[in-house]
């Protein structure tokens, strides 16, 4: 699997809105997620949001259910994480992460992880 991540994080007052995107080509198996984990000051890192192979499943965090969403574009083999309603607490690096076949979306069950892209929501 190859992955060409977008820099999509950056600067953004509260209430604000990013979208990140990952692309992701030559995986061979049929069944895989694909999404974001984040990873705070200080703190361990956290999924965020994972999509299925179709795209008929997705998974969300309950801290960012209603402001976060997953999505994917197949015909260009890309992933989006459009993310609204910004808090400070949402000020992390965001990584880009796929996991082949079932299971939770944990940081120890990832098989391949894109660089991190920093999100910082502040005023």
């Known amino acids: 699997l190859r992955f060409s991540c977008r820099s999509g994080g950056g600067l953004v007052q509260p209430g604000g809105s990013l979208r990140l995107s990952c692309a992701a080509s030559?995986?061979?198996?049929?069944?895989?997620?694909i999404g974001w984990f984040r990873q705070a000051p200080g703190k361990e890192r956290e999924g965020v949001s994972s999509?299925?192979?179709?795209?008929?499943?997705?998974w969300y965090a309950d801290s960012v259910k209603g402001r976060f969403t997953i999505s994917r574009d197949n015909a260009k083999n890309t992933v989006y994480l459009q993310m609204n309603s910004l808090k400070p607490e949402d000020t992390a690096v965001y990584y880009c992460?796929?996991?082949?076949?079932?299971?939770?979306?944990?940081?120890?069950?990832?098989?391949?992880w894109g660089k991190g892209t920093l999100v910082t929501v502040s005023s």
């Open positions: 992460a796929a996991k082949i076949g079932t299971g939770y979306w944990s940081p120890n069950g990832i098989d391949y």
């Open positions: 030559g995986f061979t198996s049929d069944y895989y997620h």
């Open positions: 999509i299925s192979s179709s795209g008929g499943s997705t």
